[in-house]
Protein backbone atom coordinates (compact mmCIF):
# COMPACT_ATOMS: atom_id res chain seq x y z
CA UNK A 1 0.00 0.00 0.00
CA UNK A 2 2.79 1.98 0.86
CA UNK A 3 4.71 1.63 -2.33
CA UNK A 4 1.68 2.22 -4.39
CA UNK A 5 1.32 5.56 -2.38
CA UNK A 6 4.74 6.17 -3.19
CA UNK A 7 4.21 5.50 -6.88
CA UNK A 8 1.03 7.95 -7.22
CA UNK A 9 3.02 10.51 -5.47
CA UNK A 10 5.80 10.18 -8.00
CA UNK A 11 3.33 10.19 -10.95
CA UNK A 12 1.76 12.88 -9.84
CA UNK A 13 4.81 15.28 -9.47
CA UNK A 14 5.83 14.59 -12.97
CA UNK A 15 1.93 15.39 -14.07
CA UNK A 16 2.44 18.52 -12.58
CA UNK A 17 6.06 19.50 -13.75
CA UNK A 18 5.09 18.51 -17.25
CA UNK A 19 3.63 21.97 -17.36
CA UNK A 20 7.00 23.42 -17.38
CA UNK A 21 7.20 22.01 -21.12
CA UNK A 22 3.53 23.01 -22.38
CA UNK A 23 0.17 22.57 -20.52
CA UNK A 24 -1.40 19.17 -21.33
CA UNK A 25 -4.29 16.85 -20.10
CA UNK A 26 -1.85 14.87 -17.44
CA UNK A 27 -1.05 18.23 -15.75
CA UNK A 28 -4.47 19.35 -15.93
CA UNK A 29 -5.88 15.81 -14.70
CA UNK A 30 -3.42 16.39 -11.45
CA UNK A 31 -4.39 19.90 -10.74
CA UNK A 32 -8.06 19.15 -10.62
CA UNK A 33 -7.61 16.31 -8.45
CA UNK A 34 -5.60 18.11 -6.19
CA UNK A 35 -8.15 20.67 -6.30
CA UNK A 36 -11.01 17.80 -5.69
CA UNK A 37 -8.75 15.86 -2.88
CA UNK A 38 -7.79 19.18 -1.07
CA UNK A 39 -11.92 20.15 -0.56
CA UNK A 40 -12.80 16.81 0.49
CA UNK A 41 -10.30 17.08 2.83
CA UNK A 42 -10.92 20.63 4.30
CA UNK A 43 -14.90 19.25 4.35
CA UNK A 44 -14.27 16.24 6.57
CA UNK A 45 -11.69 18.40 8.68
CA UNK A 46 -13.78 20.81 9.47
CA UNK A 47 -16.60 19.02 10.68
CA UNK A 48 -14.18 16.57 12.46
CA UNK A 49 -12.28 19.30 14.53
CA UNK A 50 -14.46 22.17 14.61
CA UNK A 51 -18.30 21.46 13.96
CA UNK A 52 -19.00 18.44 15.73
CA UNK A 53 -15.83 18.60 18.93
CA UNK A 54 -16.91 22.84 19.10
CA UNK A 55 -20.40 22.82 18.96
CA UNK A 56 -22.27 19.62 18.92
CA UNK A 57 -20.18 17.62 21.45
CA UNK A 58 -20.24 21.01 23.63
CA UNK A 59 -23.69 21.26 23.56
CA UNK A 60 -24.45 18.04 24.89
CA UNK A 61 -21.48 18.01 27.26
CA UNK A 62 -22.30 21.54 28.47
CA UNK A 63 -25.13 22.89 31.50
CA UNK A 64 -26.98 25.88 31.54
CA UNK A 65 -26.34 29.53 30.32
CA UNK A 66 -23.21 28.06 28.22
CA UNK A 67 -24.94 25.21 26.88
CA UNK A 68 -27.65 27.58 25.29
CA UNK A 69 -25.04 30.28 24.68
CA UNK A 70 -24.19 27.81 21.73
CA UNK A 71 -26.98 28.75 19.72
CA UNK A 72 -25.51 32.32 18.90
CA UNK A 73 -22.25 30.84 16.74
CA UNK A 74 -24.87 28.05 15.48
CA UNK A 75 -27.16 30.40 14.35
CA UNK A 76 -24.31 32.99 12.96
CA UNK A 77 -22.95 30.03 11.06
CA UNK A 78 -26.56 28.94 8.77
CA UNK A 79 -26.57 32.57 8.45
CA UNK A 80 -23.29 32.86 6.69
CA UNK A 81 -24.78 29.64 4.71
CA UNK A 82 -27.26 32.06 3.30
CA UNK A 83 -24.45 33.14 1.17
CA UNK A 84 -25.61 30.41 -1.62
CA UNK A 85 -28.97 31.61 -1.83
CA UNK A 86 -28.94 35.35 -3.97
CA UNK A 87 -32.32 36.01 -2.18
CA UNK A 88 -31.00 35.73 1.06
CA UNK A 89 -27.04 36.57 0.83
CA UNK A 90 -28.19 39.89 2.49
CA UNK A 91 -28.39 37.88 5.71
CA UNK A 92 -24.47 36.61 5.96
CA UNK A 93 -24.13 39.98 6.02
CA UNK A 94 -24.59 39.72 9.80
CA UNK A 95 -22.16 36.83 11.10
CA UNK A 96 -19.26 38.85 8.40
CA UNK A 97 -19.76 41.53 10.13
CA UNK A 98 -19.37 40.25 13.76
CA UNK A 99 -15.82 38.15 12.63
CA UNK A 100 -14.82 41.58 11.06
CA UNK A 101 -15.17 43.61 14.38
CA UNK A 102 -13.64 40.76 16.22
CA UNK A 103 -10.85 40.47 13.90
CA UNK A 104 -10.21 44.43 13.33
CA UNK A 105 -10.35 44.92 17.64
CA UNK A 106 -7.63 42.42 18.02
CA UNK A 107 -5.76 43.36 14.69
CA UNK A 108 -5.83 47.17 16.33
CA UNK A 109 -4.09 46.56 19.52
CA UNK A 110 -1.36 43.52 18.40
CA UNK A 111 0.02 45.70 16.13
CA UNK A 112 0.18 49.18 18.02
CA UNK A 113 1.87 46.80 20.89
CA UNK A 114 3.35 44.54 18.77
CA UNK A 115 4.50 45.78 15.51
CA UNK A 116 4.55 49.73 15.94
CA UNK A 117 6.04 50.68 19.40
CA UNK A 118 9.06 47.97 19.69
CA UNK A 119 9.79 49.07 16.23
CA UNK A 120 10.26 52.63 16.73
CA UNK A 121 11.93 52.05 20.22
CA UNK A 122 14.34 49.33 18.14
CA UNK A 123 14.71 52.32 15.51
CA UNK A 124 15.83 55.19 18.56
CA UNK A 125 19.63 53.81 18.55
CA UNK A 126 22.65 56.16 19.68
CA UNK A 127 24.36 57.10 16.38
CA UNK A 128 27.73 56.55 18.10
CA UNK A 129 27.93 52.95 20.09
CA UNK A 130 30.92 52.21 22.98
CA UNK A 131 31.96 49.07 22.18
CA UNK A 132 34.47 46.80 23.40
CA UNK A 133 37.43 47.21 21.24
CA UNK A 134 37.24 49.98 18.73
CA UNK A 135 36.62 47.96 15.86
CA UNK A 136 33.66 47.06 17.83
CA UNK A 137 32.37 50.57 17.97
CA UNK A 138 32.89 51.40 14.86
CA UNK A 139 30.77 48.46 13.49
CA UNK A 140 28.32 48.88 15.90
CA UNK A 141 27.81 52.51 15.21
CA UNK A 142 27.45 52.31 11.27
CA UNK A 143 25.05 49.59 11.87
CA UNK A 144 22.74 52.44 14.00
CA UNK A 145 23.96 54.64 11.58
CA UNK A 146 22.16 52.63 8.66
CA UNK A 147 19.11 51.76 10.49
CA UNK A 148 18.51 55.24 11.05
CA UNK A 149 19.78 56.89 7.30
CA UNK A 150 17.60 53.82 5.72
CA UNK A 151 14.30 54.41 8.45
CA UNK A 152 14.51 58.18 7.71
CA UNK A 153 14.95 58.42 3.83
CA UNK A 154 12.14 55.41 3.42
CA UNK A 155 9.96 57.35 5.04
CA UNK A 156 10.83 60.40 2.82
CA UNK A 157 10.31 58.03 0.24
CA UNK A 158 6.31 57.94 0.99
CA UNK A 159 6.09 61.96 2.09
CA UNK A 160 4.10 63.39 -0.68
CA UNK A 161 2.30 66.20 0.98
CA UNK A 162 5.35 68.28 -1.10
CA UNK A 163 6.95 68.05 -4.35
CA UNK A 164 10.29 65.83 -4.55
CA UNK A 165 12.84 68.84 -4.22
CA UNK A 166 16.37 69.80 -3.28
CA UNK A 167 16.94 67.79 0.32
CA UNK A 168 13.60 66.18 0.02
CA UNK A 169 14.61 64.85 -3.36
CA UNK A 170 18.09 63.90 -2.10
CA UNK A 171 16.44 62.20 1.09
CA UNK A 172 14.00 59.84 -0.95
CA UNK A 173 16.16 58.82 -3.51
CA UNK A 174 18.16 57.54 -1.11
CA UNK A 175 15.39 56.04 0.39
CA UNK A 176 14.22 54.09 -3.07
CA UNK A 177 18.11 52.43 -2.80
CA UNK A 178 17.14 50.93 0.65
CA UNK A 179 13.95 49.99 -0.83
CA UNK A 180 15.56 47.95 -3.68
CA UNK A 181 18.01 46.74 -1.35
CA UNK A 182 14.87 45.47 0.56
CA UNK A 183 13.17 44.11 -2.11
CA UNK A 184 16.38 42.15 -3.68
CA UNK A 185 16.92 40.59 -0.55
CA UNK A 186 13.25 39.59 -0.61
CA UNK A 187 13.49 38.25 -4.27
CA UNK A 188 16.62 36.63 -3.40
CA UNK A 189 14.98 34.38 -0.24
CA UNK A 190 11.91 34.13 -2.72
CA UNK A 191 14.50 32.24 -5.65
CA UNK A 192 16.06 30.36 -2.67
CA UNK A 193 12.68 29.16 -1.42
CA UNK A 194 11.67 28.05 -4.85
CA UNK A 195 14.44 25.93 -5.32
CA UNK A 196 14.18 24.45 -2.32
CA UNK A 197 10.85 23.11 -2.98
CA UNK A 198 12.40 21.89 -6.66
CA UNK A 199 15.16 20.11 -4.85
CA UNK A 200 12.57 18.33 -2.75
CA UNK A 201 10.62 17.16 -5.26
CA UNK A 202 13.51 15.76 -7.29
CA UNK A 203 15.11 13.90 -4.09
CA UNK A 204 12.02 12.28 -3.44
CA UNK A 205 11.24 11.29 -7.19
CA UNK A 206 15.28 10.49 -7.71
CA UNK A 207 14.72 8.17 -4.79
CA UNK A 208 11.81 6.42 -6.13
CA UNK A 209 13.73 6.00 -9.41
CA UNK A 210 16.92 4.37 -7.38
CA UNK A 211 19.06 7.42 -8.23
CA UNK A 212 19.91 7.84 -4.78
CA UNK B 1 26.68 39.24 -30.79
CA UNK B 2 24.97 36.08 -32.43
CA UNK B 3 25.59 34.24 -28.89
CA UNK B 4 24.45 37.01 -27.05
CA UNK B 5 21.27 37.86 -29.09
CA UNK B 6 20.30 33.99 -28.56
CA UNK B 7 20.75 34.28 -25.22
CA UNK B 8 18.94 37.31 -24.70
CA UNK B 9 16.22 35.65 -26.68
CA UNK B 10 16.49 32.12 -24.76
CA UNK B 11 13.76 29.35 -24.83
CA UNK B 12 12.39 29.48 -21.03
CA UNK B 13 12.03 25.54 -21.53
CA UNK B 14 16.01 25.30 -21.73
CA UNK B 15 16.62 27.43 -18.72
CA UNK B 16 13.96 25.10 -16.89
CA UNK B 17 16.06 22.12 -17.75
CA UNK B 18 19.50 23.50 -17.18
CA UNK B 19 17.59 24.65 -13.70
CA UNK B 20 16.71 20.82 -13.45
CA UNK B 21 20.00 19.29 -14.12
CA UNK B 22 21.48 21.73 -12.15
CA UNK B 23 19.52 20.65 -9.13
CA UNK B 24 19.18 16.71 -10.10
CA UNK B 25 23.24 16.53 -10.76
CA UNK B 26 24.26 17.22 -7.33
CA UNK B 27 21.80 14.96 -5.55
CA UNK B 28 22.52 12.23 -8.15
CA UNK B 29 26.18 12.43 -6.91
CA UNK B 30 25.94 13.13 -3.26
CA UNK B 31 28.04 16.38 -3.27
CA UNK B 32 29.27 17.40 0.13
CA UNK B 33 30.06 21.34 1.18
CA UNK B 34 30.61 22.89 4.31
CA UNK B 35 27.91 25.18 6.09
CA UNK B 36 28.67 28.03 8.05
CA UNK B 37 26.68 28.58 11.14
CA UNK B 38 24.73 32.05 11.23
CA UNK B 39 24.05 33.98 14.31
CA UNK B 40 20.47 34.43 14.13
CA UNK B 41 20.38 30.16 13.73
CA UNK B 42 23.07 29.83 16.69
CA UNK B 43 21.21 32.43 18.77
CA UNK B 44 17.33 29.98 18.21
CA UNK B 45 19.54 26.63 18.76
CA UNK B 46 20.96 28.17 22.09
CA UNK B 47 17.72 29.49 23.05
CA UNK B 48 16.43 25.66 23.53
CA UNK B 49 20.29 24.57 24.88
CA UNK B 50 20.13 27.40 27.87
CA UNK B 51 16.15 26.06 28.94
CA UNK B 52 16.03 23.78 32.10
CA UNK B 53 15.25 19.97 31.54
CA UNK B 54 11.32 19.61 32.21
CA UNK B 55 10.19 22.82 30.41
CA UNK B 56 7.50 23.36 28.25
CA UNK B 57 8.05 24.53 24.93
CA UNK B 58 4.87 25.00 22.44
CA UNK B 59 5.44 23.94 19.02
CA UNK B 60 3.36 25.63 16.42
CA UNK B 61 2.45 23.67 13.21
CA UNK B 62 1.53 26.62 10.43
CA UNK B 63 2.66 24.89 7.15
CA UNK B 64 2.02 22.50 4.83
CA UNK B 65 3.03 20.25 1.73
CA UNK B 66 3.80 23.21 -0.12
CA UNK B 67 6.64 24.09 2.30
CA UNK B 68 7.50 20.87 3.54
CA UNK B 69 11.18 20.96 1.99
CA UNK B 70 12.35 23.68 3.66
CA UNK B 71 10.49 23.44 7.56
CA UNK B 72 10.16 19.24 7.86
CA UNK B 73 13.94 19.56 8.61
CA UNK B 74 14.03 22.38 11.09
CA UNK B 75 10.90 20.37 12.74
CA UNK B 76 12.43 17.01 12.79
CA UNK B 77 15.69 19.15 14.12
CA UNK B 78 13.64 20.67 16.61
CA UNK B 79 12.11 17.74 18.04
CA UNK B 80 15.43 15.81 18.28
CA UNK B 81 17.40 18.77 20.39
CA UNK B 82 13.94 19.29 22.47
CA UNK B 83 13.82 15.68 23.46
CA UNK B 84 17.73 15.41 23.70
CA UNK B 85 17.20 18.35 26.65
CA UNK B 86 14.51 16.62 28.01
CA UNK B 87 12.02 19.17 27.65
CA UNK B 88 7.88 18.92 27.11
CA UNK B 89 6.24 19.34 23.77
CA UNK B 90 3.01 20.89 23.52
CA UNK B 91 2.02 20.04 19.47
CA UNK B 92 -0.33 21.93 18.08
CA UNK B 93 -1.03 24.54 14.73
CA UNK B 94 -3.43 26.78 12.93
CA UNK B 95 -3.44 25.59 9.71
CA UNK B 96 -6.11 22.25 9.70
CA UNK B 97 -4.17 20.62 6.34
CA UNK B 98 -0.69 21.15 7.93
CA UNK B 99 -0.90 19.45 11.54
CA UNK B 100 -1.93 15.36 10.05
CA UNK B 101 1.29 16.15 7.60
CA UNK B 102 3.88 17.45 10.35
CA UNK B 103 2.62 14.19 12.41
CA UNK B 104 4.25 11.71 10.26
CA UNK B 105 7.74 13.27 11.48
CA UNK B 106 6.39 13.66 15.29
CA UNK B 107 5.38 10.06 15.17
CA UNK B 108 9.06 9.48 13.45
CA UNK B 109 11.16 11.14 16.01
CA UNK B 110 9.29 10.62 19.25
CA UNK B 111 9.58 6.75 18.10
CA UNK B 112 13.54 7.27 17.45
CA UNK B 113 13.60 9.34 20.82
CA UNK B 114 11.88 6.93 23.06
CA UNK B 115 9.66 9.81 23.98
CA UNK B 116 6.03 9.30 25.89
CA UNK B 117 3.47 10.58 24.44
CA UNK B 118 1.55 12.20 27.51
CA UNK B 119 4.55 12.43 29.49
CA UNK B 120 7.01 13.88 27.10
CA UNK B 121 4.81 15.34 24.43
CA UNK B 122 0.91 16.07 23.53
CA UNK B 123 -0.87 16.54 20.53
CA UNK B 124 -3.31 18.94 20.71
CA UNK B 125 -4.77 19.45 17.15
CA UNK B 126 -6.07 22.32 15.21
CA UNK B 127 -8.63 24.84 16.64
CA UNK B 128 -10.39 27.11 14.79
CA UNK B 129 -10.25 30.93 15.43
CA UNK B 130 -6.57 31.63 14.73
CA UNK B 131 -5.60 34.84 16.68
CA UNK B 132 -8.42 34.17 18.88
CA UNK B 133 -6.82 30.69 20.02
CA UNK B 134 -3.41 32.50 20.05
CA UNK B 135 -4.68 34.60 22.46
CA UNK B 136 -7.31 32.63 24.56
CA UNK B 137 -4.44 30.43 25.80
CA UNK B 138 -3.20 32.74 27.35
CA UNK B 139 -5.64 32.91 30.01
CA UNK B 140 -6.49 29.28 30.23
CA UNK B 141 -5.33 26.23 27.54
CA UNK B 142 -8.44 24.21 27.97
CA UNK B 143 -10.63 26.89 27.20
CA UNK B 144 -9.74 25.95 23.33
CA UNK B 145 -8.11 22.63 23.96
CA UNK B 146 -10.11 20.74 26.94
CA UNK B 147 -9.43 16.93 24.80
CA UNK B 148 -6.30 16.12 22.37
CA UNK B 149 -6.47 15.32 18.84
CA UNK B 150 -8.09 12.02 19.71
CA UNK B 151 -10.71 13.37 22.33
CA UNK B 152 -8.98 12.17 25.06
CA UNK B 153 -9.03 15.20 28.32
CA UNK B 154 -6.14 17.04 27.97
CA UNK B 155 -6.22 16.49 32.22
CA UNK B 156 -5.53 12.82 31.86
CA UNK B 157 -2.10 13.32 30.69
CA UNK B 158 0.86 13.90 33.54
CA UNK B 159 2.05 16.79 31.64
CA UNK B 160 -1.18 18.88 31.10
CA UNK B 161 -1.25 18.78 34.87
CA UNK B 162 0.75 22.66 36.20
CA UNK B 163 -0.06 23.86 32.16
CA UNK B 164 -2.27 26.73 32.34
CA UNK B 165 -1.48 29.38 29.85
CA UNK B 166 1.87 31.03 28.53
CA UNK B 167 3.01 31.75 31.83
CA UNK B 168 3.68 27.81 31.83
CA UNK B 169 5.36 27.97 29.00
CA UNK B 170 8.85 28.57 28.93
CA UNK B 171 9.68 29.10 24.95
CA UNK B 172 6.97 29.17 21.34
CA UNK B 173 8.57 28.01 18.37
CA UNK B 174 6.86 28.62 15.04
CA UNK B 175 6.67 26.89 12.19
CA UNK B 176 5.16 28.90 9.38
CA UNK B 177 4.84 29.79 5.81
CA UNK B 178 2.72 32.41 6.35
CA UNK B 179 2.37 35.49 8.22
CA UNK B 180 1.84 33.01 11.07
CA UNK B 181 4.99 33.62 12.69
CA UNK B 182 4.14 37.55 12.84
CA UNK B 183 0.90 37.02 14.36
CA UNK B 184 2.45 35.03 17.20
CA UNK B 185 5.05 38.05 17.61
CA UNK B 186 2.36 40.74 17.64
CA UNK B 187 -0.14 39.06 19.19
CA UNK B 188 1.23 36.50 21.84
CA UNK B 189 5.07 37.70 22.47
CA UNK B 190 4.37 41.27 23.15
CA UNK B 191 1.31 40.58 24.86
CA UNK B 192 2.55 38.08 27.37
CA UNK B 193 5.68 38.01 27.22
CA UNK B 194 6.63 34.59 26.48
CA UNK B 195 9.89 33.59 24.79
CA UNK B 196 9.64 32.77 21.01
CA UNK B 197 11.71 31.88 17.79
CA UNK B 198 10.62 31.52 14.26
CA UNK B 199 11.54 28.93 11.72
CA UNK B 200 10.19 29.88 8.23
CA UNK B 201 10.51 29.60 4.72
CA UNK B 202 12.64 31.72 2.89
CA UNK B 203 10.24 33.41 1.29
CA UNK B 204 9.11 34.94 4.85
CA UNK B 205 12.24 35.52 6.51
CA UNK B 206 13.03 38.52 5.67
CA UNK B 207 9.92 39.92 7.08
CA UNK B 208 10.96 38.59 10.37
CA UNK B 209 14.24 40.49 10.80
CA UNK B 210 12.64 43.50 12.36
CA UNK B 211 11.92 41.43 14.67
CA UNK B 212 14.79 39.91 15.67
CA UNK B 213 16.30 43.26 15.25
CA UNK B 214 13.92 44.76 17.80
CA UNK B 215 14.42 41.60 20.41
CA UNK B 216 11.49 40.87 19.66
CA UNK B 217 11.77 37.37 19.15
CA UNK B 218 15.36 35.18 19.77
CA UNK B 219 16.39 33.64 16.56
CA UNK B 220 15.51 32.95 12.77
CA UNK B 221 15.95 29.77 11.21
CA UNK B 222 15.02 30.44 7.48
CA UNK B 223 14.68 28.80 4.53
CA UNK B 224 16.45 25.16 3.64
CA UNK B 225 20.03 27.36 4.43
CA UNK B 226 18.58 28.15 7.65
CA UNK B 227 17.40 24.09 7.98
CA UNK B 228 20.94 22.72 6.56
CA UNK B 229 22.60 25.26 9.68
CA UNK B 230 20.46 24.17 12.31
CA UNK B 231 20.83 20.08 11.34
CA UNK B 232 24.41 20.84 11.28
CA UNK B 233 23.94 22.17 15.17
CA UNK B 234 22.07 19.59 16.43
CA UNK B 235 24.28 17.18 14.67
CA UNK B 236 22.01 15.65 12.61
CA UNK B 237 22.97 16.71 8.86
CA UNK B 238 19.19 15.06 6.70
CA UNK B 239 17.65 16.24 3.63
CA UNK B 240 18.22 20.20 4.16
CA UNK B 241 22.55 19.61 4.65
CA UNK B 242 22.26 17.21 1.33
CA UNK B 243 20.73 19.99 -0.28
CA UNK B 244 22.57 22.66 0.04
CA UNK B 245 25.00 21.83 -2.80
CA UNK B 246 22.27 21.50 -4.96
CA UNK B 247 20.98 24.59 -4.05
CA UNK B 248 24.29 26.90 -4.53
CA UNK B 249 24.53 25.42 -7.92
CA UNK B 250 21.62 26.12 -9.09
CA UNK B 251 22.29 30.00 -7.63
CA UNK B 252 25.28 30.14 -9.46
CA UNK B 253 23.55 29.33 -12.73
CA UNK B 254 20.46 31.84 -11.62
CA UNK B 255 23.47 34.19 -11.48
CA UNK B 256 25.32 33.75 -14.73
CA UNK B 257 21.33 33.64 -16.35
CA UNK B 258 20.73 36.93 -15.24
CA UNK B 259 24.35 38.25 -16.30
CA UNK B 260 23.79 37.28 -19.57
CA UNK B 261 20.76 38.06 -20.10
CA UNK B 262 20.96 41.61 -19.07
CA UNK B 263 24.76 41.94 -20.98
CA UNK B 264 22.09 40.26 -24.27
CA UNK B 265 19.92 42.90 -23.37
CA UNK B 266 22.34 45.74 -23.03
CA UNK B 267 23.89 44.79 -26.39
CA UNK B 268 20.59 44.25 -28.26
CA UNK B 269 19.56 48.19 -27.15
CA UNK B 270 22.69 49.76 -27.84
CA UNK B 271 21.98 48.43 -31.24
CA UNK B 272 18.34 49.90 -31.55
Given amino acids: MNLL ?3 IAAGLTIAILSFLYRDNPL ?7 FVGVSAGYWVIYIWAFDVKPMLIDEFVRQAGFEKWLLIVPAVFGVMMLMRWIPRTAWISRWPISFTVGIAAGLALTAQVQGYIIPQIQATLLPLVSVGNTTAETIGRSFNNILIFVGVVCALLFFYFSREHKGALKVGSKIGVIFLMIGF ?10 RLSLLIGRLTFLLQVFGFR | MKVLDWLANIDRRLIFLAIGLAVAIPIIMKLRMPIRISSEVRSAYETIENLPEGSVV ?3 IDYDATSAPELTPMFRSFLRQCFRKKLKIIYTGHLAIGLPLAQFDLDMVTAECGAVYGEDYINL ?7 AVMIGIGREIRDFFAVDYKG ?7 MMKDIHNYGDMALIVDFAHG ?5 WIQYVVSRFGVRMFSCVTGVMAPT ?3 YLQAGQITGIIGGLQGAAEYEMLVGNPESAAFGMPAQSIAHLLIIAFIVFGNIGYFISRRKK
Fill in chain 2, 152 to 158: VPVDSFP
Fill in chain 2, 125 to 131: GYRPGYT
Fill in chain 2, 208 to 210: LYP
Fill in chain 2, 179 to 183: TAGEY
Fill in chain 1, 5 to 7: GTW
Fill in chain 2, 58 to 60: LAS
Fill in chain 1, 184 to 193: GASFGYTVMA
Fill in chain 1, 27 to 33: YKFAEHL
